[in-house]
């Protein structure tokens, strides 16, 4: 038997792209065929490490002639929703990293190009929820008796902000790309909280900005009807607290409300017992399966439902992480609301 595989476009060849590919033939799913980047230099080098078969500088022709059903979105985060238009307009499935657009304006007009396309698929590149340990969190939250909030906490100090404080300006520090600590870390722990408790009836963000402009870290507040959930996230200092959802007497902790890598179910007499330890070889992996699995046989009735779950918590998502910014009053260079 001939298994088709998923021919791979890339835009952006940084870090998180490598990862992704790597990611990608682990799977086994996917050929990487066509690489786009500004720098004609830069393309060829990544496609000559990876495997890929030809090479633009030029956006218009990578879509129009790139010999790709499915482009996984890399870029600044500035630049995803216009990508994004294109690659629906010229009917590509699309994979976008997170935090896959800005504002809801924006998530309202790829919604309406989605249902004007059906036969585009869109995923947005959240790799926490599609983990096995994720998915352990959410078996146990279903079997705690009470549930009385939780706190997700995801801290890494970013090496970019050496160069903050050595006056330059980066693009994930930056107002011009939609830059700052909740457009990168914290979308996971807004994943995080959305995935596992819904939307918010209210919320609150307390940033502290940098020189830049930009939110280097921040405190949200979610309020549920019953209880109120933390986010604490950083790009400008690291953290080793681990994340906690509380039951009554007992809760749920979680080493890293991002990469959760060991998750530990703490019962009313402090036993302890692991419920999530799997550690996969590269933490996109799943994402990757997942998202195969859908464009392999969108029409399975499983695969349609999570594909459903999956965008619809893109749209919560991106009107909470919205919302937040609002309240905190950062705006983005240019941005229409």
Do not use: C
Request: no cysteine.
């Amino acid at each position: 038997m001939v298994v088709k595989l998923i021919k791979l476009g890339i835009i952006g060849t940084n870090w998180i792209t490598q990862r992704f590919i790597d990611a990608v033939k682990l799977s086994q799913k996917y050929e990487l065929t066509t690489v786009y980047s500004r720098h004609e230099e830069t393309a060829r080098q990544f496609a000559v490490k990876n495997g890929a078969s030809e090479t633009f500088t030029n956006l218009d022709s990578f879509f129009s002639k790139g010999k790709f059903d499915t482009v996984y979105i890399a870029s600044p985060n500035s630049l995803h929703f216009e990508q994004a238009e294109m690659a629906i307009q010229h009917g590509k499935n699309l994979i976008v990293e997170k935090p896959a657009f800005s504002t809801q304006k924006q998530m309202a007009k790829i919604q309406k190009m989605l249902a004007e396309n059906p036969q585009v698929l869109y995923f947005e590149a959240a790799r926490n929820i599609h983990t096995e340990n994720f998915h352990a969190i959410e078996k146990k939250l279903g079997q705690l008796q009470v549930v009385q909030g939780a706190e997700f906490t995801y801290s890494k100090y970013s090496s970019r902000y050496d160069l903050v404080l050595q006056g330059q300006e980066p693009n994930v520090f930056s107002l011009k790309y939609a830059g700052g600590a909740l457009q990168d870390l914290g979308v996971y722990t807004v994943y995080d909280a959305v995935a596992l408790f819904g939307m918010p009836e209210e919320t609150a963000y307390f940033p502290q900005l940098i020189r830049t402009g930009v939110d280097g870290k921040g405190t949200a507040i979610l309020r549920y009807p019953e209880y109120n959930v933390t986010l604490n996230f950083s790009k400008i200092s690291n953290s080793h607290m681990t994340s906690e959802i509380y039951g009554l007497k007992d809760l749920i902790e979680i080493d890293d409300a991002g990469e959760i890598n060991a998750v530990i179910y703490i019962d009313d007499d402090n036993n302890k017992q692991v419920i999530g330890n799997t550690i996969d070889e590269n933490p996109m992996l799943p994402e990757v399966e997942d998202f195969a699995r859908v464009i392999d046989d969108p029409k399975n009735s499983q695969n349609k439902k999570d594909y459903d779950y999956w965008l619809q918590l893109s749209v919560y998502v991106n009107k909470l992480i919205y919302n937040l910014r609002q309240a905190a009053h950062i705006s983005f260079v240019g941005e229409k609301k």
